[in-house]
């Protein structure tokens, strides 16, 4: 196991269309975040999973953004009909139920053009 | 208000020196405190957690907490260039779940 693995590491896609971006937690770790960054920014938390259960998501998760963990192994994060402003990183991250620190996996960064 | 304050920088501090980052946050309730490292294109890296008031120390790393002021630190002794990065103070607040991050400080150490 080599850590938190993201794909794809790069997507380019047109205005109004739908991605969808894969995360795959180190294998123990039963919590599950994804965060958004932009340039000069910190990450911004999105949504958070313990196992399968989705239990939390930040106001900033609009409508267009769906996040799933199913069986509580990899998650996926959707958004639909992307705009210019969801150009940023997606950044996924683990951890163990006891441990607060989390390891980030390397990123997706999305460009809506 | 932003719940996590740092200023973002540059830092700019001469090889062999020691870098002081410093980060506040507004919820009283929080309970662990995380420095991460990030550099440029690349992910965050965790580096230090503390959770009691005090200090912490790791290489050369010293994380320092004070609750009472709402404040935490992370100082590096013999700064190296590849110190160079934005550093990340990230805290876990009264919800207990995600982590909230400031912005960073960009820290450069120069030869």
């Known amino acids: 196991d080599t850590g938190v693995s993201q794909d794809p590491r790069h997507k380019i896609t047109k205005r109004g269309q739908n991605v969808t971006f894969r995360c795959d937690p180190i294998s123990e770790h039963n919590r599950l975040y994804w965060y958004r960054q932009t340039l000069g920014q910190g990450p911004e938390f999105l949504t958070y999973f313990q196992n399968e259960a989705q239990l939390e998501k930040s106001r900033l998760l609009s409508d267009r953004f769906s996040a799933e963990r199913p069986k509580g192994s990899f998650s996926t994060l959707e958004i639909q009909r992307t705009e210019q402003g969801d150009s940023a990183m997606y950044l996924c991250a683990s951890s163990f139920l006891s441990s607060g620190g989390y390891t980030f996996g390397s990123g997706t960064r999305l460009t809506v053009v | ?111």
Do not use: H
């Open chain 2, 1 to 111: 208000q932003k719940e996590v304050e740092q200023n973002s920088g540059p830092l700019s501090v001469p090889e062999g020196a020691i870098a002081s980052l410093n980060c506040t946050y507004s919820d009283r309730g929080s309970q662990s405190f995380f420095w991460y490292r990030q550099y440029s294109g690349k992910s965050p890296e965790l580096i230090m957690f503390i959770y009691s008031n005090g200090d912490k120390e790791d290489g050369r790393f010293t994380a320092q907490l004070n609750k009472a002021s709402q404040y935490v630190s992370l100082l590096i002794r013999d700064s190296q260039p590849s110190d160079s990065a934005t550093y990340l103070c990230a805290v876990i607040g009264n919800s207990g779940y995600a982590l909230n991050f400031g912005k960073g400080t960009s820290l450069l150490v120069t030869p």
